[in-house]
């Protein structure tokens, strides 16, 4: 059974740079059929995509969050990673990662990391 | 982009039938068929009900089916259950590889 598991700080400081990775198991990050994407949802809102990656390292980005999002992979690891940059308070938000079949479809979720931006 | 619009809340009785809509415009939802719905119950991460439109993942109960018609798609739920009370999220590919999802429907079964 696959298994998508963020990790990363619960709490960053604005202005700073927020770093997760999601580390998969049960199943190779490197087949061509799945994206690898971040979800986020700031309490008590709705859902957002972030971005999304391919296990060569093609990324795609939510325009809106294009200018500060950086996604990256590491198949040896079976990981993705999501930099998200010049953090405010509107960024506070649980963070899940996601397997993504090709093109527009999350089937398997981990189950989230709530990270805070506050100083 | 705009997240995709849809109502805020619904409410039905259990055994009834209720469709939840969500709707796009010509640039991203009218475009594709490809429309996914996840079910949310609350502090758990979402879960996939129906993708590219109508087609329903395995496990997923025949109680829920899909549709769309222009920039709407629509999720049905028949024969309402107490458990099926959850927040429900319509999700459409947006071209060049990005994703938009709607607003959220918070489901209330009376």
């Known amino acids: 059974q696959l298994q998508l598991q963020e990790s990363g700080p619960g709490l960053v400081k604005p202005s700073e740079t927020l770093s997760l990775t999601c580390t998969v198991s049960?199943?190779?990050?490197?087949?061509?059929?799945?994206?690898w994407g971040w979800v986020r949802q700031p309490p008590g809102k709705g859902l957002e995509w972030i971005a999304s990656i391919y296990y060569r390292g093609s990324t795609y980005y939510n325009p809106s969050l294009k200018s500060r999002v950086t996604m990256s992979v590491d198949t040896p690891k079976n990981q993705f990673s999501l930099k998200l940059s010049s953090l405010t308070a509107a960024d506070t938000a649980v963070y899940y990662c996601?397997?993504?079949?090709?093109?527009?479809?999350?089937?398997?979720w981990g189950q989230g990391t709530l990270v805070t931006v506050s100083s | 982009q705009s997240a995709l619009t849809q109502p805020a809340s619904m409410s039905g009785s259990p055994g009834q039938s209720i469709t939840i809509s969500c709707t796009g415009t010509?640039?991203?939802?009218?475009?594709?068929?490809?429309v996914s719905w996840y079910q949310q119950h609350p502090g758990k991460a979402p879960k996939l009900m129906i993708y590219?439109?109508?087609k329903r993942p395995s496990g997923v109960s025949n109680r829920f089916s899909g549709s769309k018609s222009g920039n709407t798609a629509s999720l049905t739920i028949s024969g309402l259950q107490a458990d099926d009370e959850a927040e429900y999220y319509c999700c459409s590919y947006a071209g060049d590889s990005t994703l938009l999802f709607g607003g959220g429907t918070n489901l209330i079964v009376l």
């Open positions: 049960g199943g190779s990050i490197s087949i061509a059929t799945y994206y």
């Open positions: 590219e439109g109508s």
């Open positions: 996601a397997r993504q079949i090709i093109p527009a479809r999350f089937d398997y």
């Open positions: 010509s640039s991203d939802l009218g475009s594709y068929n490809l």
